[in-house]
């Protein structure tokens, strides 16, 4: 049974940390590129980071470069999202998604959401 589960998330004031984790089961977690997204009420599931499946590149959206890292631990089937001088607008819930194209399939992911509120 595939599952994603996410953890980490909380209520942070503006300007503070968080670490988010999603670990992953029930599929060779090695194959797949792990990405990040949020969904903030009343708009659209937007990307957030994504990483490739060795870890060897990464990619931001442009509104948390150099405020998050994505970054994954194959030994673990983990993958974290590191997110420093949080903002209000980063308020969301965050779902980790787990991504392979292969030359018969592609294969997707979700896990259910964690909730991240920055607020004062």
């Known amino acids: 049974q595939v599952q994603l589960v996410e953890s980490g998330g909380g209520l942070v004031q503006p300007g503070g940390s968080l670490r988010l984790s999603c670990s992953a089961s029930?599929?060779?977690?090695?194959?797949?590129?792990m990405t990040w997204y949020r969904q903030a009420p009343g708009k659209e599931r937007e990307l957030v980071a994504t990483i490739t499946s060795a870890g060897g590149s990464t990619n931001y959206a442009d509104s948390v470069k150099g405020r998050f890292t994505i970054s994954r631990d194959n030994a673990k089937n983990t993958v974290y999202l590191q997110m420093a001088s949080l903002k209000p607008e980063d308020t969301a819930v965050y779902y980790c998604?787990?991504?392979?194209?292969?030359?018969?399939?592609?294969?997707?992911?979700w896990g259910q959401g964690t909730q991240v509120t920055v607020s004062s």
């Open positions: 998604k787990a991504g392979r194209t292969s030359s018969t399939r592609t294969s997707v992911y």
């Open positions: 029930g599929f060779t977690f090695t194959r797949y590129a």
